[in-house]
């Protein structure tokens, strides 16, 4: 299967200051990445489609100002939080799709906790 | 938007012992997947199963399309199964864009 590897796997950082997450396809081309978020005990739930070359699409709800997406190569898309709160804390993973648009394959996920 | 639904929420097994696990859709299935979530949080693809039936080893799944829902059996349960199950769907034509169930949270027991 496809390899996509996320970093950092895990962050602690003080309330307003900025953290970035880098999801990376290793072995595929993707120009269509996911964001997903998942607090403690709960299902993943799509935050955002990144777009190589274009602007990331963000699901109802979701601040495009907070959550910034750069998705600057085929094989790149990073989430940047943006002047985080506590309530941001959250464990954050994202995907890419297999050739042909079917599987998706997951990173390794990056757990932020806002202090 | 679609719902899916999961269940059992919680299963504790010996050992050794069999299960299976239910994901119930509202709407038409297109690109059904299964994953096990482990304690790191590592999202581990089980299967992509549409429709039909696969088996992989002691995992199997079934996708009953025209009736909305997926199956997906352990046999044989090892204490490395335990961790949270989940059922996700994509939109027609791309399978990545998911809706994920509410999740099976499996404990195996020695």
């Known amino acids: 299967g496809a390899v996509v590897s996320q970093h950092p796997s895990w962050v602690i950082c003080k309330s307003g200051t900025s953290v970035k997450i880098e999801c990376r396809s290793l072995?595929?081309?993707?120009?269509?990445m996911f964001w997903y978020r998942q607090f403690p005990k709960q299902s993943l739930m799509l935050m955002a489609t990144?777009?190589?070359?274009?602007?990331?699409?963000?699901e109802q709800g979701v601040e495009k100002d907070k959550f910034l997406i750069n998705h600057a190569s085929l094989t790149l898309s990073t989430l940047t939080v943006t002047s985080a709160h506590p309530e941001d804390s959250s464990f954050y993973i994202c995907s890419a799709p297999s050739a042909g648009n079917t599987e998706a394959f997951f990173g390794q996920g990056t757990r932020l906790t806002v202090v | 938007g679609i719902q899916v639904e999961q269940s059992p929420p919680d299963l504790i097994l010996q050992e050794g012992a069999n299960s299976t696990l239910r994901c119930n859709f509202s709407d038409s299935v297109n690109n059904l997947q299964w994953f096990h979530q482990n304690p790191w949080g590592q999202l581990i693809n089980l299967f992509y199963i549409p429709s039909g039936t696969k088996q992989n080893g002691r995992l199997s799944a079934t996708t009953v399309a025209t009736e909305r829902y997926s199956l997906l059996y352990i046999s044989s349960s090892q204490t490395t199964d335990s961790g949270v199950y989940f059922c996700?769907?994509?939109?027609?034509?791309?399978?990545?864009?998911?809706?994920f169930g509410t999740g099976t949270q499996l404990k195996v027991e020695l």
């Open positions: 996700a769907e994509g939109p027609p034509g791309g399978g990545n864009k998911l809706t």
């Open positions: 072995d595929f081309q993707a120009t269509t």
């Open positions: 990144s777009n190589e070359g274009s602007k990331a699409t963000y």
